[in-house]
């Protein structure tokens, strides 16, 4: 009996018929009956659920299914699975069912997708971190996994607008963390464009607006530019007997962003906002390769191309699998127009990613060109095989080695290695073998001589050197970045380690004896949770490490039981109101409304930190995080390490106001550029000085051929006073630009 209404019923219905059509159209032989059976139990299973936008429950799978169907490309298994995909998470029934209806592979990758159960407690690490870990473990097995939690992520964010507002941040921060570069890794790049621009929208509501706003004011002037471009494109392709496709795209909002932030600039200083993609039709007997070339140059005869701006993905593609020939050339007015040419099949590949990969698989060639993605999850495989590292570690190493962009170095025999980004001489020697690791003692680079730690570049070639004397040392695991050099120096230290745990043992016994204590579970519990560390072992390992402090176990024990934290108290404070949330009309794009905690002058209220990575002023959006030592930090809202927080701490950090202050003053850094003249730095200084409230800390400037840059540090009570000394300074003549920078990475703010 279902309880929705029939007209609601109806509807259901046709959603679910609109996404198997999808699925057959490009499938006609495919399994429809598996289909049918998936959505007609997960209809059943959330019957009378409904979404926080009152919706019924079952749109979201239905979604999710077609997403995995039409913007994927996966098959019959994987809808199922996406239909089911919450079942198991949300209602009644067990992964045995799933099992017993619908078989091991189905049951194995809906488990995948299920989340762990559990409360978010204070001392508990990060369940997101583990989530995700387990996330990864799966989908080792099954790459399907991933690519439908992708899914599911994408129709979240699609409908992030019904969450309650403190959530959106966090969902938005784990997006761009995570969930972004893993469906750019997998070859999903119109997922991922997608998913980067619904986070950044809540992520800076305003810096999204404004730049959205923009594009769209210059949207038929665009058009226009297009046309004038392509005109003599056409024609020329046209008699050249080329069947193809010409199309221009806009860029995403967030890339967009990125740029800005990277060179500094404003909006109008982008000018390649756009690509111009032209997809053909392969010719028979002809190489794809050398169809691409012949379209480049029918294209130079008519523009001048930037010899800096080519890129060629075709003789060598992208490690996620991406096949392309960019060129930049010269257009109408002198404007520059990026040009990417593909054939239809590279385009499919670089539309659906892996799903397309499996397609084509047939093609000889091809099978060359999946290594690449073969060989990525070898390493994911390598990498989930060492079970020490703890969650929010684990994270951390997936993030440097998965994501990083990779180096070829060469053996002396000319033998090519890849390896991650920021790879030593010792991460290349474990690479190579276990025992050449063990022994290394350091190598030569180019025919010279460098210590164990050098960074390898691209291009480097490599000789390992070792000694049968040498041993591995803990400080190595400071340097190495490759996930087996870690686990394999772990190996390494475990028997060490079983020595340090055991001498730990027997200090902590003696202290406890005289307490009139021994190390019982609820001793151990309270130290546990006192030093914030999940296990009894690492507790042990670190006194016998002399890391931890035997005088504040003495003095946990025989002071009174402490109150809880502040965090604490903050946090269930949350954890009832939010219920209360209601939707907001708007949300996400009416920041102000969050719940947040207020920090005034008052530091007896709340005493807090300044992130030193970028150095926040009153005035500024900032979050709220809580370290291990419920030390409160406020961070940027545009930082980079906040973003990290969010993703990876959710259930620690959140918003926080910081009005202006009258008190205390902060660091504020400026960067500012202009021509350089006489009496300059006087001006300067004069224009500072004369500000009241307002103090120099230091300046660097530094000249070059007629012009200057500077920093200069600030100290001020909040942003309308650092803003009034930027727009002294620009009125100022000679300066060019004042912008304000985060502290130490000179990051715009
Ligand atoms: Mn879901």
């Not at 799933?98 to 001392?123: D, N, Y």
């Not at 996930?483 to 406890?512: M, N, S, Y």
């Amino acid at each position: 009996m279902s309880l929705y209404t029939p007209k609601e019923l109806d509807y259901i219905n046709s959603e679910f018929e609109r996404m198997l059509a999808v699925y057959m159209q490009s499938n006609p032989n495919g399994n429809e009956d598996v289909v049918r059976r998936a959505y007609a139990f997960a209809l059943d299973a959330h019957n009378g659920m409904r979404r926080r936008s009152g919706e019924p429950y079952i749109f979201h799978p239905i979604s999710v299914a077609m997403i995995v169907a039409n913007e994927i490309g996966l098959g019959a298994t994987s809808i199922s699975c996406a239909l089911l995909h919450d079942v198991v998470e949300d209602t009644q029934h067990t992964s045995e069912e799933i099992e017993a209806l619908f078989g091991k592979k189905i049951a194995s990758i809906v488990s995948g997708l299920t989340k762990l159960k559990g409360a978010t407690t204070f001392q508990e690490k990060s369940l997101q971190a583990e989530n995700f870990k387990k996330l990864l473990l799966t989908m080792s097995e099954d790459i399907r996994v991933i690519l439908i939690k992708i899914a599911d992520r994408l129709h979240n964010m699609r409908t992030l607008e019904s969450m309650p507002a403190r959530k959106q941040y966090r969902i938005a921060a784990e997006t761009l963390y995570i969930y972004a570069p893993l469906a750019h890794r997998l070859g999903l790049f119109n997922i991922k464009q997608e998913l980067e621009d619904l986070a950044f929208r809540y992520e800076q509501p305003e810096a999204y607006l404004s730049i959205f706003n923009t594009l769209e004011e210059a949207h038929t002037k665009r058009d226009e530019l297009f046309n004038r471009f392509s005109e003599p494109i056409k024609t020329k392709l046209n008699s050249l007997g080329i069947e193809f496709e010409i199309k221009h795209r806009l860029k995403s909002v967030y890339s967009i962003y990125r740029k800005m932030q990277e060179k500094n600039v404003t909006i109008d200083s982008i000018f390649d906002i756009t690509a111009t993609r032209i997809i053909f039709e392969p010719q028979p007997n002809i190489a794809e390769k050398t169809q691409c070339w012949n379209i480049y140059s029918a294209i130079t005869d008519i523009y001048r191309p930037r010899p800096d701006r080519l890129r060629d993905w075709v003789s060598t593609p992208k490690a996620n699998g991406y096949e392309a020939l960019h060129s930049t050339v010269m257009g109408p007015d002198g404007l520059w127009f990026e040009v990417q040419i593909r054939s239809r099949r590279m385009d499919e590949i670089a539309e659906k990613g892996y799903a397309a990969h499996w397609k084509y698989k047939s093609d000889t060639d091809a099978n060359a060109k999946e290594n690449e993605l073969e060989r990525w999850l070898k390493r994911l495989r390598e990498f989930l095989d060492n079970p020490q590292a703890d969650a929010i570690e684990f994270l951390d190493d997936f993030k440097t080695n998965l994501f990083a962009t990779e180096i070829m170095v060469f053996t002396p025999k000319g033998e090519m290695k890849t390896m991650p980004t920021g790879s030593t001489i010792l991460d290349l020697a474990y690479e190579i073998h276990t025992h050449l690791g063990t022994h290394c003692i350091g190598g030569k680079v180019n025919h010279k001589t460098v210590g164990l730690s050098y960074k390898l570049q691209s291009g480097d070639q490599v000789e390992i050197l070792t000694s049968t004397k040498q041993q591995p040392r803990e400080e190595w695991l400071d340097f190495v970045v490759t996930a087996r050099a870690k686990a394999k120096l772990k190996d390494a230290f475990r028997d060490v380690r079983r020595t340090v745990i055991k001498a730990g043992e027997l200090i902590l016994q003696d202290t406890l004896t005289k307490l009139n204590l021994t190390d019982n579970s609820p001793t151990m519990k309270t130290l546990l949770a006192h030093f914030k560390i999940q296990k009894r072992e690492e507790l042990l390992f670190l006194i016998g490490k002399e890391k931890i402090d035997m005088a504040e176990i003495n003095h946990l024990f025989i002071q009174s039981k402490p109150d809880r934290t502040l965090s604490q108290r903050l946090f269930s404070a949350f954890a009832r109101s939010d219920k209360k949330v209601q939707p907001n009309k708007k949300p996400g794009i009416t920041p102000g409304n969050r719940e947040a905690i207020v920090i005034s002058d008052d530091t007896s209220v709340f005493s807090f930190k300044v992130a030193a990575c970028c150095n926040p002023i009153p005035g500024d959006p900032v979050i709220a995080y809580f370290d291990e030592q419920d030390q409160l930090i406020l961070h940027h809202r545009k930082c980079d390490q906040a973003i990290e927080l969010l993703a990876t701490y959710g259930n620690r950090t959140t918003d926080a106001i910081w009005t202006s202050h009258k008190i205390n003053a902060y660091v504020g850094t400026i960067k500012i550029d202009g021509l350089d003249r006489v009496g300059m730095l006087n001006d300067i200084s004069a224009a500072i000085s004369g500000t009241e409230k307002v103090n120099m800390r230091s300046v660097h400037i530094e000249t070059d051929n007629g012009s200057f840059t500077g920093t200069i540090s600030l100290s001020v009570f909040d942003t309308g006073a650092l803003n009034g000394i930027i727009k002294k300074l620009l009125a100022v003549k000679g300066i060019q630009s004042v912008a304000r920078i985060g502290h130490n990475n000179g990051s715009t703010l």
